[in-house]
């Protein structure tokens, strides 16, 4: 816990000085930079204006972010997913950012002096949200950690403390996400500047989910946790999800196009007038550039697959147009062309994976140019390898007009309302609960954007390819849903690691593309179908995964060498 020692530069001081246009009514230098931070709703404002950051919210990454899964790949395996890691020796937890919000909390009081509650509880939800989010993190990373409310010093004896059990720190994010959702605005506001009380249920919604099924599934393993009790989480999650869903604050995004909406959204400009993304960031030339954080190129970037690829394993997923898995289903046109497996498909299939026959660049003078040009100079140079075949066009705005190498203003989408939909419908799904009705109103909104059948709770086509034969057919089509509808966002890793699943979907497979036959070029292994195998070679048994171990992050062994009340985690002793 060392980081949490680091002396943080409090430069926000200045700011306030800074206003102070007659040098004499400047602070005095003696005054402690507490006393200068905190004692007005702007300076709150100003401290809390730090954790708005990369760190918190990544920006809506080029070519997707599911490569730590079975959904995409890159040109090298993947080590978490390879077992390939190495214990930590040296470094730190990072409590960095514990201890920076546990400053705010320590002090913010001081606005009380001359300041109603109603002046500054926005910030004070913000506040606890970034601790709820903070943990959340932390959670993730190792399991159980320490939960720490205070600032602490060198002398303090909570330094020495062991690792709070991962239910209570679950308990403690819960509980710090209850007050957010409390202080917070429950405005929707334009979803580009503050967090409001939506948001907070939104992440509060994921923490249950997250843990509800970690308790559930890890059961009986080392990541276990004593006196399990998942179905309170799964309670939490579905109240937190329904309460947003119910507010009808926010919907999902159509224009009535089930052939293009979907990709449309990912590849708007604006987010502000947008009825499904709740949270995002503005790059602005006139307002962020210059500021230390603004590398942003995706629609220029996505012009190439540049090595990042779908895999086949998502591919399949997709079902047809009547609501069936392709499995045994008259429907689908099989593997032969990418063309002829998008036939018949979830139109979320080809907007989320280029076709040959769909709009790659749109230039200055409207000229078009299609897929199937890139698609004729697949893999044969480095920026056009694609190491599945599987171009990802989702997140992509063909017209160059916008595209810019290093000021690009794509937004960043960061939280949208469908994942609410997807949380309320699994939680209710393992609760044993969901039912018809509450399908219309989460999975149905979002199939209905693209055209695609209902799913009926009494009539689920059984498929043998279901990635999870020992569960039931709901909670299989549900988990089909949300790993369709969030493709290539981020999710997948988590919802691996939550299900324990890496031993059905990972261990001793490879990420597999499709035929090679379609391609003039090709650097990469074929297996014996056919089928690109780009990994073939580096992993010719597959992923190496640790089940025992690579679920979570090892603690560093520097860390536990000053607190011997730390235990490592699971298979990294």
């Known amino acids: 816990m060392k980081r949490y020692f680091v002396i943080i530069t409090l430069f926000f001081a200045l700011l306030n000085s800074a206003c102070d246009k007659d040098f004499l009514n400047r602070r005095p230098l003696d005054a402690t930079t507490s006393d200068v931070i905190f004692e007005t709703p702007d300076q709150l404002r100003t ?49 960095g950012n514990v201890r920076k919000i546990n400053f705010f909390f320590d002090n913010y009081r001081r606005v009380e002096k001359n300041y109603t509650l109603d002046e500054y509880k926005q910030y004070l939800g913000e506040a606890y949200f970034f601790r709820g989010l903070i943990y959340f993190n932390l959670m993730q990373s190792y399991g159980d950690i320490q939960i720490l409310t205070k600032t602490l010093t060198t ?20 509980d710090q996400l209850d007050s957010a959702a409390m202080y917070l605005t429950a405005d929707k506001t334009s979803g580009a500047g503050r967090i409001n009380r939506w948001i907070a249920l939104l992440i509060q919604s994921r923490v249950a989910l997250y843990e509800g099924t970690w308790e559930k599934y890890h059961n009986g393993t080392p990541f276990g946790v004593a006196d399990a009790n998942p179905d309170k ?37 604006d987010f502000s007038a947008n009825s499904e993304v709740m949270f995002w960031r503005k790059y602005d030339n006139n307002l ?48 032969n062309t990418l063309a002829s497996e998008a036939e018949n498909r979830d139109p979320r299939f080809y907007q989320t994976i280029a076709t040959p026959d769909q709009i790659w660049k749109i ?12 698609y004729a ?70 199939r209905d954007r693209v055209g695609m059948p209902n799913l009926l709770v009494d009539d689920i086509a059984t498929d043998p390819n279901w990635d999870f034969p020992t569960l039931s057919p709901l909670i299989n089509e549900v988990r089909r849903e949300r790993r369709v509808e969030l493709a290539a966002e981020g999710y997948r890793w988590d919802d691996i690691a939550r299900w324990a699943a890496a031993d059905e979907l990972i261990v001793g497979t490879r990420p597999k593309g499709f035929k090679a036959s379609q391609i003039a070029k090709n650097p ?12 073939k ?9 640790k089940v025992g171990r690579d679920y979570l992050n090892s603690i560093p062994i520097s860390e536990i060498v000053l607190n011997d009340n730390l235990t490592q985690n699971p298979g990294w002793e």
């Open 233 to 269: 989480y799964f309670t939490k999650a579905v109240e937190a999800a329904e309460e947003l869903i119910d507010a009808g604050i926010y919907s999902i995004y159509s224009t009535g196009n089930p052939t293009s909406d979907y990709r449309e959204l990912f590849a708007q400009l």
């Open 537 to 545: 070679n580096a992993m010719p048994e597959g992923y190496g995964f």
């Open 377 to 446: 100079q697949l893999n044969s140079k480095a920026d056009m390898n694609a190491p599945s075949g599987y171009i990802i066009q989702k997140g992509y705005n063909p017209n160059l007009v916008y595209h810019v190498q290093q000021y690009e203003e794509s937004p960043g989408m960061i939280y949208r309302y469908a994942e609410a939909l997807l949380n309320f419908a699994e939680a209710k799904a393992e609760l044993g609960i969901l039912t018809q009705a509450d399908i219309d109103k989460s999975i149905k909104p979002l």
């Open 288 to 335: 962020t550039q210059g500021d230390g954080d603004f590398t942003n190129d995706r629609f220029f970037r996505m012009e190439t697959p540049s090595n990042k690829s779908i895999t086949k394993q998502l591919a399949d997923a997709y079902l047809c147009t009547d609501g069936r898995p392709i499995s045994g289903n008259e429907l689908f046109s099989g593997y």
């Open 363 to 374: 230039d200055a003078n409207s000229d078009t140019t299609y897929w199937s040009d890139a």
């Open 524 to 535: 990469f292994p074929v297996d014996e179908d056919g089928f690109l195998d780009p990994l």
């Open 47 to 95: 401290y809390i204006n730090t954790f708005y950051n990369s760190a918190m919210f990544p920006k809506y990454a080029n070519h997707g972010s599911d490569f730590e899964s079975d959904n995409q790949v890159s040109g090298s395996p993947n080590q978490r997913l390879q077992g390939t890691r190495t214990i930590a020796t040296t470094g730190t937890i990072g409590f």
């Open 155 to 174: 002398e303090s004896p909570e330094l020495y403390n062991p690792r709070d059990p991962r239910n209570e720190v679950a308990d403690f994010i819960i």
